[in-house]
């Protein structure tokens, strides 16, 4: 794979097409908005913790919360993280025959970061993704001494986490005028949507701040962790849901 010890990383895009083939992308609410205003459909993927920090380690505590927003949860109080995604389960709908971005010049943040990551409790893993072996071995340094060293890219991503911390009240509404309150716990897997894209479209135009919060339901399989939840007051479900799929991890 990477000849370079892992301090050192090395990227030069072949141009394969792999990672615009079976990834849903992250999109920022103004791409979302444009994904689904034409005609692409937009995965709604959801977690979350409790405040007391149920379901989160210490150390991302910090990072979580800045991109996530508290819902009433039963007795208690849940911080749901959303992500709206471009719905990609086989070859992205702007992925020519030539494996050339047709949209490129106003790709997602998203795509423009690849193949860094925008967690920061997540190292960047060549055997991770991907790419073939070859995209390693040459190219501009991503990471020198465990330091991102491409001040273009650092600056994506701290505009990709921006948008997170600020996106996240709209989101939260736009999922209460969808319907969509069940979240799964952070760690334990996600709750997957795919609203109507027209409803959804709309939704996107004009989030409504001003509605109160609707409680929100924590969808949890292992009984174990159903009643630890339950004994902090939290509001639990275990049932598959009719309008979204559970990932658990």
């Not at 910090?62 to 749901?80: F, I, K, T």
Request: proline share 8%.
């Amino acid at each position: 794979m990477n000849s370079a010890p892992a301090s050192d990383i090395r990227f030069d895009c072949t141009g394969c097409g792999k990672c615009c083939t079976g990834h849903h992308v992250p999109l920022t609410l103004s791409e979302a908005r444009h994904w689904a205003g034409s005609g692409g459909q937009v995965i709604v993927l959801v977690e979350a913790f409790l405040a007391n920090g149920l379901g989160l380690p210490a150390e991302q505590r910090e990072h979580a919360m800045r991109r996530s927003w508290p819902v009433p949860c039963g007795s208690s109080e849940a911080w749901v993280t959303i992500t709206f995604a471009a719905f990609n389960p086989g070859r992205c709908r702007n992925l020519n025959d030539d494996n050339r971005c047709g949209i490129y010049e106003i790709r997602p943040l998203v795509c423009r970061i690849y193949p860094m990551e925008i967690n920061p409790h997540i190292p960047l893993r060549p055997e991770a993704k991907d790419c073939p072996g070859e995209a390693w071995q040459s190219g501009p340094a991503l990471i020198h001494g465990n330091q991102l060293v491409d001040k273009r890219l650092a600056e994506l991503i701290e505009r990709s986490r921006q948008a997170d911390r600020d996106d996240i009240r709209a989101k939260v509404a736009i999922c209460q005028a969808l319907g969509i309150d069940v979240s799964a716990l952070k760690g334990n897997g996600f709750t997957a949507y795919l609203p109507d894209t027209a409803a959804l479209a709309q939704a996107l135009q004009q989030p409504a701040l001003e509605q109160p919060l609707a409680p929100w339901t924590l969808h949890v399989v292992d009984p174990q962790l159903s009643a630890e939840l339950e004994a902090c007051g939290a509001q639990v479900c275990s049932e598959p849901g009719l309008y979204y799929s559970f990932i658990g991890f």
